[in-house]
């Protein structure tokens, strides 16, 4: 279980990656995924026969459409639910573990990427109960901003479940499901705490509200 690593040293030394710009992995979220592409496929079959451990990094601009250049922080999820189709996808839920700094990539040995990845500077996503949870804050300025979001975007969601949440989860909530830019979703991954994410989060609420988007998006 994610739970069990207690330690950056429990986690290993090399790691596979997928690299899926917009799909934000935080720490204790849970992430589900389509795969289809064949290199995905061996990627998640070699990681069922070992730690079940895969990085969800996003890219940077350069290198080439088959290898971008990866962001220097990513998150590591262990599979936690899987299931095959009958058309040959694999449904998968990862749950996140610990982020990580991207690190030197291997020599192509495999049809999918590995990076070295260096967990020690996040050690703190691996302590339930850390001092990070526990700063989260009032959360008032955070649905403040969330509802001039949804009032902007024409959205509505259920405000008791919202203002019951543990202020973590909310925030790590958000954060992943809202759909915002690759780069925004960075920014709120490589937030140092908790309090620090919170405020990004809060800064990009209120510039979405004050914007012209007429598209809205829906939150399933």
Request: some cysteine.
């Amino acid at each position: 279980m994610p739970g069990s690593y207690r330690r950056a040293d429990d986690l290993p030394l090399v790691i596979p990656v997928f690299p899926l710009d917009g799909a934000l992995l935080l720490p204790g979220g849970q992430l589900p995924l389509n795969i289809f592409e064949p290199r995905y496929l061996n990627m998640f079959d070699d990681a069922m026969s070992g730690e079940r451990i895969i990085g969800m990094v996003q890219t940077r601009p350069g290198g080439d459409v088959e290898r971008p250049n990866l962001a220097p922080v990513g998150c590591a999820g262990r599979v936690t639910s899987f299931a095959e189709t009958s058309d040959g996808r694999y449904l998968v839920t990862l749950t996140g573990v610990c982020r990580f700094r991207v690190g030197d990539e291997l020599p192509a040995r495999s049809p999918y990427r590995q990076v070295r990845a260096d967990f020690a500077a996040f050690e703190a996503d691996l302590r339930e109960g850390s001092p990070q949870a526990a700063s989260a804050g009032d959360p008032s300025p955070l649905l403040e901003a969330l509802r001039r979001y949804l009032d902007h975007r024409g959205l509505a969601i259920d405000w008791s479940s919202a203002e019951a949440a543990p202020s973590d989860a909310l925030i790590n909530s958000l954060a992943m499901a809202l759909p915002f830019e690759p780069v925004e979703k960075q920014a709120l991954l490589e937030a140092p705490t908790l309090a620090e994410r919170r405020e990004t989060l809060v800064a990009l609420l209120e510039i979405d509200a004050a914007g012209d988007d007429e598209d809205p998006t829906m939150i399933q």
